[in-house]
């Protein structure tokens, strides 16, 4: 049985710092690109960062763009964001996902497809983070 697990939220200051974690089990890690995206109240999911299983390329949201930093080791099972400069915008419940690495989404490589809810199989439930201003 595949599951994902958060760790790491809290509350923190604005221009504050905090360091996610997602722990997999049931999953041979290194074969999932893996994702992180944020919901925060009344809107809709939004991805984050991901990074891809064998080249680790990774990829990030405009937003969070030179503030956050997403990384992964294969051998621990555990997926890791680094938050810098965090705003009140980045409050929301952070969740990390995994994508079976030759699950192709609308025919689309993980490179097109990173960024869209659909392409993942596997989500955790979720870690808050509230930014206070």
């Known amino acids: 049985q595949v599951q994902l697990v958060e760790s790491g939220g809290g509350l923190v200051q604005a221009g504050g710092s905090l360091r996610l974690s997602c722990a997999a089990s049931g999953v041979t890690f290194s074969d999932y690109n893996i994702g992180w995206f944020r919901q925060a109240p009344g809107k809709e999911r939004e991805f984050v960062a991901a990074i891809s299983w064998r080249t680790f390329s990774t990829y990030y949201a405009d937003s969070v763009k030179g503030r956050f930093t997403i990384s992964r080791d294969n051998p621990e099972n555990a997926l890791y964001l680094q938050m810098n400069s965090l705003k009140a915008e980045d409050t929301a419940a952070y969740y990390c996902?995994?994508?079976?690495?030759?699950?192709?989404?609308?025919?689309?490589?993980?490179?097109?497809?990173?960024?869209?809810?659909?392409?993942?199989?596997?989500w955790g439930q979720g870690t808050q983070v509230t930014v206070s201003s």
């Open positions: 996902a995994a994508a079976m690495k030759f699950r192709s989404f609308r025919g689309g490589t993980f490179r097109e497809t990173h960024a869209f809810r659909e392409a993942y199989t596997y």
